[in-house]
């Protein structure tokens, strides 16, 4: 990755720069996607099968560790060999990238508005948030500090990421879904502190932005700069991302949970028009539906996302915070109002990111 330097960068260039390289991508995503729907019936005859999982930044690990673990299940189960070809970048990237052309038989992205976005593009039908348990949304997880061993600047809750002098870390909600969660955790503590005056709220979180040094594309790019490339102090981080930092890492990171944080629900769901066109619709919907399982949870909690199982969940109590104070999505009228109030152009994130 290209290293930046430490200072506030022009990170609206930045973004600039990110979407020639996200057209790039989408093109080549494009190409690879294509040839593999002209013979839907062979993939129903076949001895072997594929599907295409279009996933976001952090589901890396989890997704190679699943595919096997699925793969296993689907042998035993229809003596059939299967191929899970994956995908990852910012979430919002990565639903362009299925309107455009990226042949996905299911996505599991970090926020329901990404997967709204393909539904509005006549690929996914509607209904698609109610077809698996928990708004379709198998894990969960929140948004937590990562922050450098003995935190020399004294990082403790939302309030010390708009001091003088410290350097913050976080995606860009134009097109990363884990950074439209941060957006929305900060903006909840800063609700609560003041009292729902959205004036001081808009002037906190724009302080907080002012303070931003790198604002990458997706939530792993992030992540590579804070731990790989070593700058900033603080890095607004999935929780899964921050522990599987400390795992890499134990004795560079510590991680901060804040005061007032929110409830991540990633979403899946299978994109109708090219399954049927793959002939992949029902091992789409098994792949899914298998990461319900107690065997899928569990190894979903060993990749520090939280299971939406709730006895699963408690053996977890160990790795994950469960006492946090944790907004949901529904305190911002659900993502389709979130997303229209605070993300779409010129609405408030723009505004508070133009403010000096």
């Known amino acids: 990755m290209k290293k930046f330097s430490t200072r506030k960068i022009n990170t609206r260039k930045f973004r600039k720069a ?43 690990e989890l997704y190679e560790a699943y595919n096997q673990l699925f793969a296993e299940h689907y042998k035993e189960e229809t003596g059939k060999d299967i191929e899970i070809v994956q995908s990852h970048g910012g979430s919002g990237s990565q639903a362009r990238s299925v309107i455009e052309g990226n042949d996905a038989d299911v996505v599991t992205l970090a926020l329901a508005h990404d997967i709204t976005s393909i539904e509005e593009a006549g690929m996914i039908d509607s209904g698609w948030i109610d077809e698996f348990e928990g708004n379709s949304s198998p894990y969960t997880s929140t948004i937590v500090f990562l922050v450098r061993k003995g935190n020399e600047k004294g990082i403790k809750d939302w309030d ?28 909840d503590y800063a609700k609560e502190k003041f009292g729902g005056d959205e004036e ?47 795992k890499e890492h ?26 049927n066109k793959n002939g992949t619709q029902e091992v789409a919907k098994e792949y899914l539906e298998y990461l319900y399982t107690d065997e899928a949870q ?33 305190d911002f009228g659900g993502w ?6 605070f993300f779409a152009d010129d609405k408030i994130f723009d505004e508070i990111y133009a403010r000096e």
């Not at 990421?161 to 903006?187: R, Y």
């Open 18 to 60: 990110a979407a020639v390289l996200l057209a790039t991508g989408m093109i080549a995503g494009t190409l690879t996607g294509c040839g593999r729907g002209d013979d839907a019936a062979s993939q129903e005859e076949a001895d072997s099968v594929t599907i295409t999982n279009v996933s976001y930044d952090p589901t890396r």
């Open 160 to 187: 010390d990421l708009i001091k003088d002098g410290v350097e913050v870390i976080t995606p860009d909600p134009k097109s990363s879904g884990g950074a439209c969660w941060n957006f929305l955790a900060a903006w």
């Open 200 to 246: 001081q709220m808009k002037d906190f979180v724009a302080k907080l932005y002012n303070n931003v040094t790198v604002m990458d594309s997706g939530a792993r790019g992030a992540t590579t700069t804070f731990v790989e490339n070593g700058q900033g102090d603080v890095l607004l981080a999935w929780e899964n991302e921050a522990l599987l930092s400390l």
């Open 250 to 275: 134990p004795d560079d990171y510590e991680i901060v949970t804040p005061s007032v944080s929110i409830l991540a629900e990633p979403s899946v769901a299978i994109v109708d028009e090219n399954a």
């Open 298 to 330: 569990k190894l979903i909690g060993e990749n520090y996302y939280r299971p939406s199982n709730e006895e699963i969940l408690k053996e977890f109590g160990d790795t994950f915070d469960l006492s946090v104070n944790l907004c949901t999505i529904d």
């Open 336 to 341: 389709d109002q979130a997303y229209a109030d």
